[in-house]
């Protein structure tokens, strides 16, 4: 199975910050990364897929990039919105693992 | 405008078998290139997926339970319906449907609410 570790587990940011979030695959995963955004009580939102391409409706502050085993989610100016849990997946292989999730407060 | 919703028991004895439907809008399963997964999150903890059929009924089923788990579809009344046997208070966790669409590379694009599901005797 492709393992998918996603750091840091937990961050504090003030709104207008610049975030990043990594996630690195076990093994090369190409490009078949997605992100997704939850927040509490409710189901998981895409927000990326194929590692870079942006979701229709998902804020342009949103972006991803990285291919093989080494991705970033970055938020280029934080939102009060975005506060919330964020989850790496891959999509290359059998079974599609999440990561560990990224809890972002707000500092 | 795509739309799923879970339904099934909310509450399952250990040992038993639990059934879940999605039953969707807005696409059909016919369509070449979509699929429907199910994920679960346990309380407090990260998501994990489960198992997805697509269009051709191709099956996939995570390796860790695939002894456990049968995914069927019904083309017809927009549903797909997932079986767990073999309940345990493990399984206790929310359980979403998804759909996976070619046009954004087999991602996950739309959610269903979940529904929680416990094991408890």
């Known amino acids: 199975d492709i393992q998918v570790t996603q750091s840091p587990s937990s961050l504090s940011a003030s709104v207008g910050d610049r975030v990043t979030i990594t996630c690195r695959a076990s093994?090369?995963?190409?490009?078949?990364l997605n992100w997704y955004q939850q927040k509490p009580g409710k189901a998981p939102n895409l927000l990326i897929y194929?590692?870079?391409s942006l979701q229709s409706g998902v804020p342009s502050r949103f972006s991803g990039s990285g291919s093989g085993t080494d991705f970033t989610l970055t938020i280029s100016s934080l939102q009060p919105e975005d506060f919330a849990t964020y989850y790496c997946?891959?999509?290359?292989?059998?079974?599609?693992?999440f990561g560990q999730g990224t809890k972002l407060e707000i500092k | 405008q795509i739309t799923l919703k879970e339904s099934g028991p909310t509450l399952v004895k250990p040992t038993q078998t639990l059934t879940l439907t999605c039953t969707f809008s807005?696409?059909?399963?016919?369509?070449?290139?979509?699929?429907v997964a199910w994920i679960r999150q346990p309380p407090g903890k990260a998501l994990e997926w489960l198992a997805l059929?697509?269009?051709?009924?191709?099956?996939y089923y995570s390796p860790s339970l695939k002894s456990r788990l049968t995914i069927t579809k019904d083309t017809s009344k927009n549903q797909v319906v997932l079986t767990m046997t073999n309940m345990d208070p493990m399984d206790t966790a929310t359980y979403y449907c998804?759909?996976?669409?070619?046009?954004?590379?087999?991602?996950?694009?739309?959610w269903g609410q979940g529904t929680l599901v416990t094991v408890s005797s």
């Open positions: 998804a759909h996976s669409g070619s046009g954004s590379f087999g991602s996950f694009d739309t």
């Open positions: 807005g696409f059909s399963l016919s369509t070449s290139g979509v699929g």
């Open positions: 059929v697509y269009w051709d009924d191709d099956k």
């Open positions: 093994q090369s995963i190409t490009r078949y």
């Open positions: 194929a590692t870079s």
């Open positions: 997946q891959q999509r290359y292989s059998n079974p599609y693992t």
